[in-house]
């Protein structure tokens, strides 16, 4: 599935990081004008069943920032996402020579796309509040996106308390097979064969719509100068055309394969609790999350993370990070066998993983190089971090006939550069 619901970059772990950086470092670093980074991420999801590459991405991402002044801030960031690797047209079952089910992840087909993104933005800063506002357009062979961003944050009762509205609202399209000649007889749906002449004027293909409202409360409390907390919310409302168009799922043992039909109007919600504490004598800091999720599709999730970062030398940076996640699937859900046996429940049906009953848990490990300057001390670059990162992704799925069940991990690594002048 294309779009998850996760919590944002929130202003805990950036001023946590930066707290503790900076009582770890023995000093503060001057105000930034100018912040430009640099970042290289791979990511492999291996698949065991032989012929079959399973998924890489290559995502390269350029940002700078800029601020003056008076307060008003611009940025600006341009982003690829280099997709290759096999996955199944169709999620269902075979029978071997035997008569058994076999899963058919043995009938992946290749595919390759890239996936582009620009992002600019405009803020403006006072002591005690900001606003700022961004707009994103991203495409692919078959998607376009159009996203429009509005933040504000605001200092209460000292800056003991910070308040903080984030909403995005997304204008998307998705390209799909032209599927009038069914009589919206979903059964009768056939999949997107490529995209080869989306966005075109072709009568084969068609262009659905999506659109994504999501809104954002939180608020962040410094409760000692060592230990900052936060918590908040997540609302988000998507309309529209959510399913796969190139997927089909298998119904009954009829042999039936229509394209995946999912709702059209889904509402998620999320609750999450976010904690940074700094620990100056042993030159660390430990980062604490909960998130807790629901939406109108009867996905429950539960979520928990923990980071720890500590400096081995003035400059040199150590950390790792765990996280833990389960998930109910959507009431819709079947694996492939019970989809085979007993057909759909209801309407809908979908071969998506992000959708089925799963958990999954993340190792990971960072080493970075952060220079800071110390208070009074004048130069040209006022923060540099140079960092490599290393994370394994493990899938526990409910079923052997649950999706991508060929695919039980993944490793991402990921080279960043970033510099404040």
Request: charge should be positive.
């Amino acid at each position: 599935m294309r779009l998850q619901l996760r919590a944002s970059a929130s202003r805990l772990a950036v001023a946590g990081v930066v707290v503790a950086s900076v009582q770890l470092a023995g000093g503060a670093a001057s105000a930034a004008e100018v912040s430009a980074a640099q970042r290289a991420t791979l990511f492999l999801e291996p698949s065991n069943v032989s012929g079959n590459k399973g998924i890489t991405v290559f995502h390269p991402q350029t940002d700078v920032s800029g601020t003056f002044g008076s307060g008003v801030g611009i940025a600006a960031g341009y982003a690829v996402d280099i997709v290759s690797g096999a996955t199944p047209r169709v999620f269902g079952v075979t029978a071997d020579s035997a008569g058994r089910p076999v899963d058919a992840v043995s009938g992946a087909t290749k595919f390759s796309d890239t996936r582009h993104q620009v992002h600019g933005g405009l803020s403006y800063s006072r002591t005690t509040a900001d606003v700022s506002a961004s707009y994103s357009y991203g495409w692919e062979s078959d998607y376009r996106s159009h996203a429009v961003t509005v933040t504000t944050r605001s200092d209460l009762l000292d800056h003991i308390f910070t308040a903080g509205l984030s909403y995005t609202h997304n204008f998307d399209r998705v390209c799909d097979a032209n599927n009038q000649q069914t009589g919206g007889d979903p059964l009768s749906r056939a999949a997107l064969p490529s995209s080869e002449h989306c966005f075109q004027s072709d009568p084969a293909v068609t262009t659905r719509k999506l659109a994504i409202d999501a809104i954002e409360p939180s608020l962040t409390w410094a409760a000692t100068p060592r230990l900052m907390l936060q918590g908040g919310g997540t609302l988000q409302i998507l309309d529209g055309f959510q399913a796969n168009p190139y997927r089909r799922v298998e119904l009954g043992s009829g042999g039936r394969r229509p394209q995946e039909t999912l709702p059209t109007l889904r509402q998620r919600y999320a609750l999450f609790l976010r904690a940074a504490y700094a620990m100056p004598k042993i030159r660390a800091a430990v980062h604490a999350a909960a998130r807790a999720y629901r939406d109108t599709w009867a996905v429950e999730a539960a979520t928990v993370e923990l980071t720890a970062q500590q400096y081995l030398t003035r400059f040199l940076l150590w950390g790792v990070r765990g996280r833990a996640h389960a998930q109910r699937g959507a009431n819709f859900y079947r694996d492939a066998q019970d989809y085979r046996l007993y057909g759909p429940i209801g309407k809908y049906w979908t071969g998506d993983r992000e959708l089925s009953p799963m958990r999954n848990y993340l190792v990971g490990a960072k080493l970075a190089y952060l220079r800071i300057p110390e208070a009074g001390q004048k130069s040209f670059v006022s923060e540099l971090e140079i960092a490599l990162k290393w994370e394994a992704l493990f899938y526990d799925l409910d079923s052997k006939f649950a999706p991508n069940s060929d695919r039980s991990y993944a490793t991402i690594w990921q080279l960043a550069i970033s510099a404040r002048f």
